[in-house]
């Protein structure tokens, strides 16, 4: 499907992509304020920039497991999306996103995998990576299992699952990527394994269910976030080193 092919047609109320197509042009649907619903068939491998930009009444998508690389927002102002479905839980989280905005979860909010919702995850034993932005904003996830074989955590890969509480990351896992986890509000522990050599800036930042009874959000000892109201903090001795903005607008701080 060319760029552009479909711009703007705001009376588009559905439409069926045959299997023969491989990629979706830039900007291919933007503006189909009358898209509901779009199924992108198995055979697509490429979703270009803004290729749903502003589809504003579109509320379900379905991602094909052939899908590796999806432009920049893609899914921009897509505001009522409601579910996103996928059949391969591998695939899904090798597609290389480009912003958080080539995501639906970003409004999605809710992965359904083979129409099923997706609360408790465990990671395909054969992915070794998790892209970036995979599960960005994904609320509707309450735990999340990472295997021996993931070694890599990518970039907001969880950022904004604000119901997340459970999170087990075994042994093997050795970079965790910035923002990885942030504002995952609701999370409550957190054990990073021994083979972690690499944790990302802000990579915990706003996990405010972490914070210890001074107020303290530590991880890895890395001090992510002040929740406290003290105008005078010690920092505690597991700090080893204090991350970006985990002071910022303490105000009321004098020591």
Avoid: Q
Wanted: proline content about 4%; charged content about 10%.
């Amino acid at each position: 499907v060319g760029d552009n092919a479909f711009g703007g047609c705001s009376g588009l109320t559905s439409v069926t992509i045959p299997s023969s197509v491989t990629s979706i042009g830039d900007s291919a649907f933007s503006y189909c304020n009358g898209l509901t619903a779009v199924t992108i068939p198995t055979g697509v491998t490429n979703i270009g920039e803004s290729a749903f930009y502003d589809c504003r009444g579109l509320m379900s998508v379905a991602i094909p497991p052939t899908l590796t690389c999806v432009g920049t927002n893609a899914f921009y102002g897509c505001s009522v999306l409601v579910s996103v479905k996928i059949s391969d839980l591998s695939a899904w989280c090798r597609i290389t996103f480009a912003d958080i905005l080539s995501n639906p979860l970003y409004y999605g909010h809710t992965l359904y995998l083979n129409d099923r919702e997706l609360t408790d995850l465990t990671i395909p034993e054969d992915v070794s990576a998790i892209g970036n932005y995979a599960f960005y904003n994904c609320s509707g996830l309450s735990s999340v299992t990472i295997p021996p074989g993931v070694v890599s955590i990518g970039d907001y890969a969880f950022s904004g699952c604000s119901g997340l509480k459970s999170l087990i990351i075994s042994d093997g896992v050795a970079r965790i990527g910035d923002s990885a986890f942030s504002y995952c509000s609701s999370l409550r522990t957190v054990r990073l394994p021994s083979s972690v050599t690499r944790i990302g800036i802000s990579a915990f930042m706003s996990c405010n269910g972490l914070a210890d009874s001074d107020g303290f959000v530590v991880v890895g000892g890395v001090l992510y976030d002040y929740i406290g109201e003290s105008t005078s903090v010690t920092i505690p001795e597991s700090v080893t080193s204090i991350g970006d903005f985990a002071f910022a607008v303490c105000s009321d701080l004098t020591s």
